[in-house]
């Protein structure tokens, strides 16, 4: 599981840009948007982008459920294990 | 014949970082500005900072050292060609059939670094977007000039960058990317004259580069400049 933290940290840090911040700084449980990392509204759509083509995961942009998935790495890993699990 | 004030400016580009360092320039054809370096922007705050692609950041090192932190100022933000290689990899995206980046394609509007910089700066102030053929020099400031009708102030950007190579066939740009921020004013600064006229043949040099045109007034090495438009066969002349 910590390594899957680690590759959606990694992830995230390539596909918005974040030149300046090492994978370590990002808190698992943190919130990643407006306070925490303090991601924006376009962050949102290029992290669903970068689901997309690295999990094959798609997401509806304005469910609740989408919602609740971003709020932070641990979120977003359970989401990877859950999508992994239903196709395996 | 339109006047105005300029009140002060600045200009960036990696290596030419001082006003001393484009007077400079100007005087030593050989040497361009071939050593590429970021400029750091380190005034903005980080998640802000990432967004900022080579023209946007010399457009915030041009013109940020100019203002005073909370000064409202209206812009007018001006470059022929804007980030066309953020554009160019959009469409090679769409061609290959891949999603499109969000954020390119956020950024890949014409005046996306005037917002950007409204939103670095904390400033509601309008913003004006323009792009020129021809005369893209003169046109913004004709622009910036008129805008003084209804404000004392108005801040000109002026930026460009180097085609990428697919479309370097088809028009010109800059050998490397640049921006001049000047600051227009009613009242402040040393007057300057903007005026269209024929093509005078007999008195007009033949300039090619504007950049150079503009620079050398700017570094008070010239005191007109001339900025030829050859399909109209007229030319903007701009006289301290």
Known sequence: ?88 | MLSFKLKTWNAYAPSLESIDSWGNWLNDKNQSSEKQRNPSLKKLPLMLRRRFSAIGKCAVEASMPMLAEGQHIPLVFASRHGDVGLTLSLLESIAKNEPLSPTSFSLAVHNAVSGLLSIARKDPSETTAIAATENLIPLALLEAASQLQVHDQVLCIICDMPLPDLYKPFADSPLFPYAIAIVLSRQEGETLSLENQPLNKSTSSPQDDELKELIALLCHQSSTAHFLNKQLNTEWIIKR
Request: cysteine-free.
């Open chain 1, 1 to 88: 599981m910590a390594n899957l933290q680690l590759e959606l940290k990694e992830m995230i840090i390539t596909a918005l840009d974040l030149e300046d911040i090492e994978a370590d700084e990002i808190d698992d449980a943190e919130p990643l948007f407006v306070e925490g990392l303090g991601l924006d509204s376009i962050d949102a759509l290029e992290i669903g982008l970068a689901l997309q083509k690295q999990y094959g995961i798609k997401l509806k942009a304005d469910s609740k459920e989408t919602h609740d998935h971003f709020a932070s790495i641990n979120a977003l890993a359970a989401l990877v294990e859950s999508h992994r699990g239903t196709n395996s």
